[in-house]
T-cell receptor, first 115, second 112 residues
Framework: GENVGLHLPTLSVQEGDNSIINCAYS??????FIWYKQESGKGPQFIID?????DKRQGQRVTVLLNKTVKHLSLQIAATQPGDSAVYFC??????????????FGKGTHLIIQP | NAGVTQTPKFQVLKTGQSMTLQCAQD?????MYWYRQDPGMGLRLIYY???????DKGEVPNGYNVSRLNKREFSLRLESAAPSQTSVYFC???????????FGSGTQLSVL
């Protein structure tokens, strides 16, 4: 089947810089996308979501961009802090028709913050 | 709020042993899920329950069974554990299918 994937397995950034984590998806029927943060030894934690009728959504220090033309999703984290160190997953779902079988996850990007 | 609670947090089994992973949510969610997470493989759906009284197979259901005991609880059973089932297991819930998931803290299972 079609899966969500990520461009880079590891991203290293300096503390205070902005981070951009990318995600490519291949299922053109996907219309709901989510970013999760997973710290070591913990379950994934919801960060932000976006539906396909939008191309940008902002949260606290985070922005998600959706480009449906090239099937690309990105998560921008402003002024990266040590607490942002984690693995970040994008996930997709086809909400029309129920989408009851949950989300399809990418393999994750490990964000490392350099002091 | 407790959210999604999983037990146990750690478990070691011998090949062929059985066990049940418990999951409960207190958010009045309709849908519940079991995922497994392996290094380099991301999260893969084992089974899900779209609503109380229903269960369906996910991507990797072989070797597992589930029970949606009531709206709050969704258990995962390994009848005869195999080393290939060594993984971290996550339970999750959502208000409805297709909505964002809330995850438990995981169960780390080792099968020797």
């Amino acid at each position: 089947g079609e899966n969500v994937g990520l461009h880079l397995p590891t991203l290293s950034v300096q503390e205070g810089d902005n981070s951009i984590i990318n995600c490519a998806y291949s299922n053109s029927a996907s219309d709901y996308f989510i970013w999760y943060k997973q710290e070591s030894g913990k379950g994934p934690q919801f960060i932000i979501d976006i539906r396909s009728n939008m191309d940008k959504r902002q949260g606290q220090r985070v922005t998600v961009l959706l480009n449906k033309t090239v099937k690309h999703l990105s998560l921008q984290i402003a002024a990266t802090q040590p607490g942002d160190s984690a693995v970040y997953f994008c996930a997709e779902n086809i909400s029309t028709g129920g989408g009851a079988d949950g989300l399809t996850f990418g393999k994750g990007t490990h964000l490392i913050i350099q002091p | 709020n407790a959210g999604v609670t999983q037990t146990p947090k750690f478990q070691v089994l011998k090949t062929g042993q059985s066990m049940t992973l418990q999951c409960a949510q207190d958010m009045n969610h309709n849908s519940m899920y079991w995922y497994r997470q392996d290094p380099g493989m991301g999260l893969r759906l084992i089974y899900y329950s779209a609503s109380e009284g229903t269960t369906d197979k996910g991507e990797v259901p072989n070797g597992y069974n589930v029970s949606r005991l009531n709206k709050r609880e969704f258990s995962l059973r390994l009848e005869s554990a195999a080393p290939s089932q060594t993984s971290v297991y996550f339970c999750a819930s959502s208000a409805w299918g297709g909505e964002k998931l809330f995850f438990g803290s995981g169960t780390q299972l080792s099968v020797l």
